[in-house]
């Protein structure tokens, strides 16, 4: 069984930038597709990015485009998620996730598609 978990979360002032990373443990998760997602006590658990198991291709949602990297390491077992130029709208906790591929259809984009969730890194941006 696949255990995830994330660092790397904290306070930063609007425009600044943070790296998170999540650590699988147990075995391999290089199989599966990756994801980020994000959730504040006012909205559902969005995605913010995903990254395919096979070759790595990437899909951001639109409000993070050009800000936010998604990169997996796959020797080590690491996924990543690189924020630059930080809004407060950005402010939430951020979770990584993991799913063995359903379909070749692609972007996965459905919190249903990921079976595997660490228990998330806080992410404050202030203004």
């Known amino acids: 069984q696949v255990q995830l978990g994330e660092s790397g979360g904290g306070l930063v002032q609007a425009g600044g930038s943070l790296r998170l990373s999540c650590a699988a443990s147990?075995?391999?998760?290089?199989?599966?597709?990756s994801a980020w997602f994000r959730q504040t006590p006012e909205k559902e658990r969005e995605l913010v990015a995903v990254?395919?198991?096979?070759?790595?291709?990437?899909y951001y949602t639109d409000s993070v485009k050009g800000r936010f990297t998604i990169s997996r390491e796959v020797g080590k077992n690491m996924l990543y998620l690189q924020m630059n130029k930080l809004k407060p709208e950005d402010t939430a906790v951020y979770y990584c996730?993991?799913?063995?591929?359903?379909?070749?259809?692609?972007?996965?984009?459905?919190?249903?598609?990921?079976?595997?969730w660490g228990q998330g890194t806080q992410v404050t941006v202030s203004s």
């Open positions: 147990g075995r391999t998760f290089n199989d599966y597709n």
């Open positions: 996730a993991a799913g063995a591929p359903r379909s070749t259809n692609w972007p996965t984009t459905d919190i249903r598609d990921f079976s595997l």
């Open positions: 990254i395919r198991w096979i070759d790595s291709r990437t």
